[in-house]
Nanobody, 125 residues
Framework: QIHLVESGGGLVQAGGSLRLSCAAS????????MGWFRQAPGKEREFVAA????????YYGDSVKGRFSISRDNAKNTVYLQMNSLKPEDTAVYYC??????????????????WGQGTQVTVSS
């Protein structure tokens, strides 16, 4: 059992940066694959980034490669998403998710066992 809470969203101008945080409680995240997804109104939930338990391997969706960076601090039980060079099309609710083990395909929504409530990111022109 784990509870995830995202924070750090807000309104930013195009070209700006934000850092999102995902804080976990209930148990340690150290054995979990972690992901960030986003969802804009009327659209499917979209894969953004993922990271393996020790942070050794990361994955990114094509639309954010080179601009976003996922990281984790297991001692703080927290996962981060650094978002740079933000574009209006990045506007969405951003969700943190945890996969607690087994076979894992990072971009697939159904792989994840726990989800946070989401945090809104709005990028203005």
């Amino acid at each position: 059992q784990i509870h995830l809470v995202e924070s750090g969203g807000g309104l930013v101008q195009a070209g700006g940066s934000l850092r999102l945080s995902c804080a976990a409680s209930g148990r340690a995240l150290g054995a979990d694959n972690m992901g960030w997804f986003r969802q804009a109104p009327g659209k499917e939930r979209e894969f953004v980034a993922a990271i393996t338990p020790t942070g050794m391997i990361t994955y990114y969706g094509d639309s954010v490669k080179g601009r976003f960076s996922i990281s984790r601090d297991n001692a703080k039980n927290t996962v981060y998403l650094q978002m740079n060079s933000l574009k209006p099309e990045d506007t969405a609710v951003y969700y943190c998710a945890a996969d607690n083990g087994g076979a894992w395909y990072a971009p697939r929504v159904s792989e994840y066992d726990y989800w946070g409530q989401g945090t809104q990111v709005t990028v203005s022109s």
